[in-house]
């Protein structure tokens, strides 16, 4: 985890996902990556009707909000840099993060700003290598050494999540496995992931459970038990038993998820 990259935008999440990303480069002695995209619909309009105002007045925003966030910066003893992109903030965190080891997002939000809260972040965690870290607006601060929740089904999204997150799975003070209705016949076991876990040093504790309510519900109910501090889940692909089983999840979970997670395909 020593690149981390981080989405900036002006929007009610900005505060919760900078210093997510800050928490996580200084946990690991990382380089913090800022992105800040100027999405195309600005340039959109005629400068005879008054649009290039509304392009200027968000040029402006942008600059503001670099310049605060560079002073930030500044005295959180971090390294780091900047990129400036143009066009979609989605298109630019998939480009630039060939070369990220941890992608911190928000989750779904409701502005009606696109390029805001990054509505589709599902999509992003399905089109990237990196696994993506999306933190609610109202959490601030993240602790890389606490107790990781991992969601598994068994399938390969799940396996590809615990691959992809062995060094935040290595630091947590504890790993606990939520395994819900698990189906033997056609996937993984919770008990292999275990023990592929124990290979690297890691103990992981398996909770096997029936579905009560939906399985977020049943997630966040043992994620409160064992004082899980993130939530490591596979996001959704395209079959139909991804989408079914673990896509449902997925979605509920960014539309209101009760603690970060920690998605990857």
């Known amino acids: 985890m020593k690149s981390i990259l981080v989405h900036i935008h002006d929007d009610a999440g900005q505060n919760a996902r900078l210093q997510a990303a800050l928490d996580v480069a200084r946990y690991y002695s990382g380089?913090?990556?800022?992105?800040?995209?100027?999405p195309f619909a600005a340039y959109a309009g005629e400068p005879f009707t008054g649009a290039m105002i509304a392009y200027e007045a968000y040029a402006e925003t942008m600059e503001a909000t670099r310049t605060r966030i560079e002073a930030q910066l500044g005295k959180e003893g971090v390294p780091w840099d900047w990129i400036d992109s143009r066009g979609s903030?989605?298109?630019?965190?998939?480009?630039?993060s060939q070369l990220t080891d941890l992608i911190v997002l928000s989750p779904t939000g409701k502005l009606t700003d696109p390029d805001a809260a990054l509505p589709i972040v599902g999509e992003i965690a399905t089109k990237v290598r990196a696994p993506v870290l999306a933190v609610r607006d109202d959490h601030i601060g993240f602790d890389p050494s606490g107790a990781a929740l991992v969601a598994w089904n068994g399938s390969p999204e799940a396996a590809q999540a615990v691959r992809n997150t062995m060094h935040m799975l290595t630091a947590a003070k504890a790993v606990h496995i939520a395994c819900i209705e698990e189906d033997f016949a056609s996937h993984i076991p919770a008990r292999e992931a275990a023990s592929y876990l124990s290979r690297y040093g890691i103990k992981a504790e398996v909770h096997a459970r029936a579905?009560?309510?939906?399985?977020?519900?049943?997630?966040?109910?043992?994620a409160a038990e064992v004082g899980a501090g993130y939530l490591v889940m596979g996001a959704y692909g395209r079959?139909?038993?991804?989408?079914?089983?673990?896509?449902?999840?997925?979605?509920?979970?960014?539309?209101?998820?009760?603690?970060?997670?920690?998605?990857s395909h």
Do not use: N, Y
């Open 31 to 38: 380089h913090l990556t800022c992105l800040q995209a100027m």
């Open 89 to 96: 903030g989605s298109v630019a965190v998939m480009m630039h």
């Open 211 to 222: 579905k009560s309510g939906t399985v977020a519900d049943t997630l966040g109910s043992i």
């Open 239 to 263: 079959s139909r038993f991804a989408e079914f089983i673990l896509g449902g999840v997925t979605r509920s979970l960014l539309a209101d998820a009760p603690l970060p997670l920690v998605l």
